[in-house]
C-alpha cells in the first residue's frame, strides 16, 4: 500500500514529507516512523527534499528507489543535540533494519547531521546495517562498527551538536 492512501492523522507529525514522495512510500514504513515519532515524542523532522525519501534513478539497491517497488526508507532530522539519542534509539527499534548516519548534511541552511531509517529486510536475524556517512572524499562511508573511524564520527557529532 502506499503511503498517499493514509489518512493524513496516520502519519500526523509528518505532514513536512514531500506531497510528491507519498505514492512512491511503502505506507507500513510510514506508519512505523509515525510510531517511532509518537513513542520517543522529541523532534523529527523530514528531509524536505523528496530524493530523502523516493528515487526513480541511480542504485536499485538503495531502499529509496522506486521503480517498480515502493520506497521503504525516509531521511531525517532532529534537533542536533538529540542526534545520537535518535540514532541510537532507531538501531534499538525492532523497525528498522538500516540505519545510517550522515556528517555531511545540511538542514535549514546549516551544517545538521542527518539520520537514515528504512525497513530492509534482513538477511540473518540480528543483522541490522548500520553507517556512517562523513564528508571525506565525496562522502566516505563506514559500515564495520569497528573502523576506528566510527567512534570519531561520533565525537565528531558531538562537535556539531556543540557549535549550534
Ligand atoms: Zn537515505
Not at 500500500?1 to 510510514?30: G, Q, V
Not at 527499534?93 to 530492509?120: A, C, E, Q, S, V
Request: net charge positive.
Amino acid at each position: 500500500m502506499k503511503a498517499s492512501d493514509l489518512y493524513p492523522r496516520e502519519y500526523k507529525n509528518f505532514h513536512d514529507i514531500p506531497k510528491l514522495a507519498l505514492p512512491l512510500l511503502n505506507a507500513d514504513f510510514i506508519r512505523k516512523l509515525q510510531k517511532f515519532r509518537t513513542n520517543i515524542n522529541a523532534p523529527i523532522y523530514a528531509n524536505p527534499n523528496i530524493s530523502g525519501w523516493v528515487r526513480e534513478y541511480g542504485n536499485p539497491k538503495s531502499r529509496h528507489y522506486a521503480v517498480d517497488r515502493l520506497s521503504d526508507a525516509g531521511d531525517v532530522f532532529t534537533e542536533k543535540w538529540f542526534t545520537l539519542h535518535l540514532w541510537y534509539a532507531a538501531i534499538q527499534n525492532p523497525d528498522f533494519n538500516g540505519i545510517g548516519l550522515y556528517l555531511d548534511t545540511k538542514f535549514r541552511g546549516k551544517p545538521h547531521p542527518m539520520i537514515h531509517l528504512d525497513t530492509r529486510p534482513l538477511k540473518k536475524k540480528y543483522h541490522k546495517v548500520m553507517w556512517i556517512r562523513e564528508n571525506l572524499h565525496e562522502g566516505t562511508y563506514y559500515h564495520n562498527l569497528h573502523h576506528p573511524r566510527f567512534n570519531e564520527c561520533l565525537v565528531e557529532v558531538k562537535k556539531m551538536i556543540d557549535s549550534v
